[in-house]
C-alpha cells in the first residue's frame, strides 16, 4: 500500500516508503499531471535524489509541465515526464522490491 497519497483533479502526489529496517530511508515520490508524471528517488535525509528522464524527448530543454508536490503548484521539465501507467508501474515496483525500478531511466540530482 502507498504510504501517502494525495489527489486534487488530475493533480497526485503519492509516496513510497521502503522501510524495511528502522534505518532504512529510501522513498520514492509520483507526481501526475492527467496521463503524465515523473518520478524522485531518495536514498536517506539531505540526498538530493534520482529523478526520472524520458529518453525519448527531443523538444526544447526550456518546455514545462505543471504538478502538484507538497500542495504546491511546480513547473518541470518535459524531459522529466514519462507516462502516469510507467509511474504507477515504478511505485508498485518499488513497494514491491524495495529496489530502485531498472525500467526507468534516471538523472542523479547529486551530480551537477
Not at 80 to 99: C, G, N, Q, R, S
Request: glycine share 8%.
Amino acid at each position: 500500500m502507498f504510504t501517502n497519497s494525495w489527489e486534487n483533479g488530475k493533480f497526485k502526489e503519492i509516496w513510497v516508503e521502503s522501510n524495511e529496517t528502522e534505518e532504512d530511508e529510501r522513498n520514492m515520490c509520483g507526481l501526475i499531471n492527467g496521463e503524465c508524471g515523473w518520478l524522485n528517488y531518495y536514498r536517506g535525509e539531505g540526498d538530493a535524489g534520482l529523478s526520472s528522464r524520458n529518453p525519448e524527448y527531443s523538444g526544447a530543454d526550456d518546455e514545462m509541465m505543471e504538478f502538484i508536490i507538497n500542495g504546491e503548484l511546480n513547473r518541470y521539465p518535459l524531459s522529466y515526464v514519462i507516462t502516469a501507467e510507467k509511474v504507477m508501474k515504478a511505485l508498485d515496483y518499488f513497494e514491491k522490491h524495495h529496489k530502485i525500478p531498472p525500467f526507468i531511466t534516471w538523472h542523479d540530482d547529486n551530480l551537477p
